[in-house]
């Protein structure tokens, strides 16, 4: 929070206190998309809202990329191949 304070020039306890829609207007954009990267990455994993919905897309795409992994060829059988086509 020190280096929010720094931002917005406004000292304030370390306990979290909700900033005024002034506060939060004076910080520029790319100050504000920092702010939301930093609180998102203080989130532990167990701490993200996730809905069936979601976990059972997630899981989809997972066993797509698995399915996807077992059909796929090297980079080196690739290169080689291309090299056979187009000497």
Excluded: F, H
């Excluded at 702010?35 to 167990?46: C, K, T």
């Amino acid at each position: 929070m020190e280096a929010l304070a720094c931002w917005i020039g406004v000292s304030y306890a370390r306990s979290m206190e909700r900033l005024t829609q002034d506060e939060l207007s004076r910080l520029t954009p790319p100050e504000r998309l920092d702010m939301i990267a930093q609180l998102w990455d203080s989130l532990e994993e167990n701490q993200l809202p996730v809905s069936a919905a979601q976990k059972d897309e997630l899981d989809r795409r997972l066993d797509r990329l698995d399915a996807d992994r077992r059909e796929s060829v090297t980079w080196d059988a690739l290169k080689a191949e291309l090299e056979r086509r187009c000497p």
